[in-house]
């Protein structure tokens, strides 16, 4: 399970709450695929999943309208990332996930964890500097 920690700070308290909000939502997934209890939990995965899907979609347009009062040209970059992000996990609420593989479920939430760890960690910290000059906190 992966948690938020000091290194993913951007140093602006908003962002922070919400990157934390992110992987608050994903250990919930880890959660219920820990279980181990042989139930079908393919329809909680999904209520979360879609859950993850709604607050991805508010943290990224806060960040986008940020960038753009501000005039940050990490803008565009930051766009393209986040429309891939939104169209993958809008394909995983839509198609089936196997309801008995339990493998293919932890792939996904792998997925996700490494994504957004990856996505703050290389690209929104380009963008910390850019706000903390302009005295964002
Ligand atoms: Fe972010
Ligand atoms: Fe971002």
Redesign the pocket.
Request: net charge negative; proline share 0%; aromatic share 10%.
């Given at each position: 399970m992966i948690k938020w920690k000091e290194e993913f700070s951007v140093n602006i308290r908003e962002?922070d709450e919400?990157?934390k909000r992110?992987f608050e939502i994903g250990s919930k997934i880890y959660e219920i695929i820990e279980l181990n209890d042989n139930c079908d939990h393919y329809d909680d995965i999904m209520e979360v999943l879609n859950e993850l899907t709604d607050y991805t979609v508010f943290?990224?347009e806060f960040?986008e309208n940020l960038m753009r009062n501000y005039g940050c040209e990490e803008l565009e970059s930051q766009q393209f990332e986040h429309m891939f992000f939104i169209k993958k996990l809008k394909k995983l609420t839509d198609k089936d996930i196997d309801k008995q593989q339990t493998e293919t479920e932890s792939d996904i939430i792998k997925f996700i964890i490494e994504w957004i760890s990856g996505?703050?960690l290389k690209s929104?910290m380009k963008y910390k500097q850019f706000f903390n000059e302009k005295g964002l906190k």
């Open positions: 962002i919400q990157h992110l943290h990224f960040e996505h703050i929104d």
